[in-house]
């Protein structure tokens, strides 16, 4: 056999098998998970006026591989543009349903004698510990202030339910997955 043929046929046998390995990697690797939506619970109340106001808390939860993520909302104010920060520090017991979260959020500005005249962005800490059923989130909510963690801040018992309309809603509009979403910007997120 002449060598540029045998170049040749060694080169098409090295891209052959470099195909085929890729081709066997591709097929070894697991398909992503796709995200399941579990529920958008809340405890919300909106006033009827003029100028509606909504006060209480949301959680929007998902599921991809087995993990729970999500989002907290507190409404205390206006409705609308509701401030909002993703649940870290996330713990669920699928056996008992107990659930543990943490939340940073920016609810609004705080004044006091460290921020000066103008105030600044408040830092809005908050805890969740309870239980997770299909119809409602039942549990204890913590809030503290960030600038100052140490104090206690103020305990409140809470039943979110489930609202079928914004689940179907959330899960028209799911993550495609979680690490995307973890680096995206979070519109009404947390200013620290």
């Known amino acids: 056999m002449n060598r540029p043929l045998a170049a040749l046929l060694c080169f098409a046998l090295?891209?052959?098998?470099?195909?085929?390995?890729?081709?066997a990697a591709t097929a070894?690797?697991?398909?992503a998970a796709t995200v399941e939506t579990v529920g958008f619970y809340s405890n919300v109340r909106i006033s009827h006026s003029e100028d509606p106001h909504a006060y209480g808390y949301s959680v929007e939860l998902y599921r991809q591989n087995g993990e729970l993520f999500g989002l907290f909302y507190c409404a205390q104010g206006l409705d609308g543009d509701t401030p909002r920060g993703r649940?870290?520090?996330?713990?669920?017991?699928?056996?008992?349903?107990?659930?543990?979260?943490r939340a940073k959020l920016?609810?609004?500005?705080?004044?006091?004698?460290?921020?000066?005249?103008?105030g600044r962005p408040s830092r809005d800490l908050f805890e969740f510990d309870g239980r997770l059923s299909a119809k409602a989130?039942?549990?204890e909510v913590?809030?503290?202030?960030?600038?100052?963690?140490?104090?206690?801040?103020?305990?409140?018992?809470v039943?979110?339910?489930?609202?079928?309309?914004r689940t179907r809603d959330a899960r028209e509009s799911a993550p495609a997955g979680r690490a995307a979403w973890m680096a995206e910007p979070l519109a009404n997120g947390p200013q620290w």
């Open 14 to 23: 090295f891209e052959v098998a470099a195909f085929a390995s890729a081709s």
């Open 28 to 31: 070894a690797a697991p398909a």
């Open 87 to 101: 649940l870290q520090d996330l713990r669920y017991d699928a056996a008992s349903g107990r659930l543990f979260f």
């Open 106 to 118: 920016t609810v609004g500005r705080e004044y006091s004698r460290d921020s000066g005249d103008d």
């Open 137 to 139: 989130l039942v549990g």
């Open 142 to 157: 913590l809030h503290r202030d960030g600038y100052r963690p140490r104090e206690p801040g103020e305990r409140e018992r």
């Open 159 to 165: 039943k979110l339910t489930l609202d079928p309309r």
